[in-house]
């Protein structure tokens, strides 16, 4: 599986953005996805996860109620749509594919596929 995240930028604190993950590969809409981020000098963190279905979805505290994930697998596209965004999450941001079918959806060690990366900064 491919990835390729997209959709980061500069905005103000208050502000949305909505980052996108493509797949590419036979098996794209059938591996559950995730998004990490990773801070300067901090290290990686859960922000979200969604089943292979859609059906089922996993926030991490500090952006439950402000982001949601979704999927198209008919596109095989996963969205991260943050809203009400803070200084505080800016970072890399980065999609996974996760490659095992038990266990947490919360462990990065779970994903076996990742995509470049693309940056977030909230600005004050």
């Known amino acids: 599986v491919q990835l390729q995240a997209s959709g980061g930028g500069l905005v103000q604190a208050g502000g949305s953005l909505r980052l996108s993950c493509a797949a590419s590969g036979r098996t794209a809409s059938s591996v559950a996805m995730g998004w990490f981020r990773q801070a300067p000098g901090k290290e990686r963190e859960f922000v979200s996860a969604?089943?292979?279905?859609?059906?089922?979805?996993f926030y991490g505290d500090s952006v439950k109620g402000r982001f949601t994930i979704y999927r198209d697998n008919a596109n095989n596209t996963v969205y991260l749509q943050m809203n009400s965004l803070k200084p505080e999450d800016t970072a890399v941001y980065y999609c996974?594919?996760?490659?095992?079918?038990?266990?947490?959806?919360?462990?990065?060690?779970?994903?076996?596929?990742w995509g470049q990366g693309t940056q977030v900064t909230v600005s004050s």
């Open positions: 996974a594919a996760r490659v095992y079918y038990s266990g947490s959806y919360y462990y990065a060690g779970q994903y076996g596929y």
């Open positions: 969604i089943s292979r279905s859609g059906d089922s979805t």
